[in-house]
């Protein structure tokens, strides 16, 4: 699944009239950077979500088949927020686990490599926090994630991961965040992870999404 219903406040003028996912990098569409790479890992099947002039995403992309992939398009008429969304796609979703990718990142993550290892409920994909962040979101001690006590040092959440739909057994329609799933499942030691070092850039504001043209450029 790849969230894309964000409404892209901090990219103004930009997404006044154009949703972010359609933002261009190195002459293409940001969310289609994923498309492409997760096809290319061979997972074809996937779940989109939209509310911001998602309409647009829609008619861009279609059913996905011009890019080798099957695309379920799972519209909010509100935003949901990350754990809302995601709960609202389960049905197209199914029951087994899934990749979760927040669209409005820019990264050469290699998809293929993600699993959820037995008896976990989630799989996060950290990074080192980046400059405009100072505090981590997790900890990560030998493939488990926790949470960080106090001056304990952390990582960030990339918005790759593998999650089980089991993680939303409790939850109800409406809009949540997933963060507090996530938190809660690792204090129960369900949570595993990894550390990626490679390209990876949160595309949050005009500054970023033209370093992550450059990136894309030189890549």
Known sequence: MILAAGKGERMRPLTLHCPK???LVADK????????????AGIRDLVINHAWLGQQLEAHFASGADLGVAINW????EPLETG??????????GDQPFILVNGDIWTQFDFASLSLPAGMLAHLVLIDNPPFKQQGD??????RIGNPSAGQAALTYSGIAVLDPALFA???PGRFALAPLLRDAAE???VSGEHFSGNWIDVGTPERLAQADCLAREH
């Open 170 to 172: 409790d939850c109800q």
């Open 138 to 143: 997790f900890s990560l001690h030998l493939g």
């Open 29 to 40: 569409p940001l969310i289609q950077w994923h498309i492409e790479a997760l096809a290319g």
């Open 74 to 77: 799972s519209p909010e008429g």
């Open 84 to 93: 809302g969304g995601i709960f609202n796609a389960l049905p197209l979703l």
């Open 188 to 190: 129960q030691g369900l």
């Open 21 to 23: 996912p359609l933002l």
